[in-house]
């Protein structure tokens, strides 16, 4: 992906940061500096980095699980709406794309109880403004459980949306559970959408329009290789022949 950076490699997959992530560390930097100094901007910016160690870590369940069907992961990237996994390819196996879409909540399901464990869970804050005045690890400790709901919005290609899609797969044919998981997806990006805007938050809208895109984007790809699929060889074959006839047919 276009201006980011390589960090390191983490079991055959390179983790890579998007140079935008440095633009949110800092606004979330000034802001906190304006709500409580240097203090707070440095607990922020902390905070906000352990957020995308979890975020890493959810999609790297999505790795390790895909891994064990044969799915390569060249690279994951960190970006401001979140952390980007780009497997080789889903499996079309229902069960399989199951487990891989429900292994990163997993990760976060983990994490968050490890960490109920060790610092239990944290009163409700009486307002917004309150929320950085729960120590570190339950406010670390909400963000997980947040991370888990938001990923399991049936908004396909979310997780959720993945996690449909295999659902219906098991009872109708894979093209058309794509098509339907799309068509949810796509209509509670709009929604989602909608509620941003009239909220003023410019993040979620990104992430609306990024979900409605992807959706239509691998909707479009799974029909068009059920498509394919469906030529028999012996008229491609005949196909490339009538473009090549002085040549063997390329194999």
């Known amino acids: 992906m276009r201006w980011s950076f390589r960090l390191g490699k983490v079991a055959g997959t390179e983790v890579r940061v998007h140079l935008t992530f440095f633009i949110l560390l800092a606004a979330f930097g000034w802001m906190f500096y304006g709500e409580g100094g240097v203090a707070a901007a ?3 910016v902390v905070f906000i980095v352990a957020v995308f160690g979890c975020v890493l870590l959810h999609e790297f369940g999505h790795t390790l699980t895909a891994a064990k069907f044969g799915i390569r992961t060249p690279d994951i990237t960190l970006l401001p709406i979140g952390g980007l996994a780009r497997l080789e390819r889903m499996p079309e196996n229902p069960v399989q794309e199951l487990l891989v879409a429900l292994a990163g909540p997993a990760v976060n399901v983990g994490i ?5 464990v060790i610092v239990g869970f944290p009163n409700p804050p009486a307002d917004i403004g309150s929320i950085l005045q729960i120590p570190f690890g339950q ?8 991370l888990v709901l938001f990923n ?3 908004a396909f290609p979310m997780d959720g949306g993945r996690v449909l899609r295999a659902l219906l797969a098991m009872l109708i044919s ?3 559970a794509t098509e339907v998981a799309a068509t949810i997806g796509q209509l509670l990006a709009v929604l989602g959408a909608i509620f941003a805007i009239n909220s003023g938050a410019l993040l979620l809208v990104l992430i609306s329009l990024f979900i409605f895109l992807a959706a239509r984007r ?4 799974v029909q ?3 498509t394919l699929a469906a030529v028999p060889w012996v ?3 005949t196909d490339e022949a009538r473009d090549f006839p002085d040549h063997e047919v390329p194999r």
Do not use: C, H, K, T
Not at 139 to 146: E, G, T, W
């Open 152 to 154: 399991m919005i049936p």
């Open 174 to 176: 894979y093209g058309r």
């Open 139 to 146: 406010r670390l400790l909400v963000v997980n459980i947040s």
């Open 112 to 116: 968050a109880g490890v960490l109920f």
């Open 218 to 221: 691998e909707s479009r790809m």
């Open 42 to 44: 440095v607990d922020g």
């Open 224 to 226: 068009a290789r059920i």
């Open 235 to 237: 008229e491609l074959e």
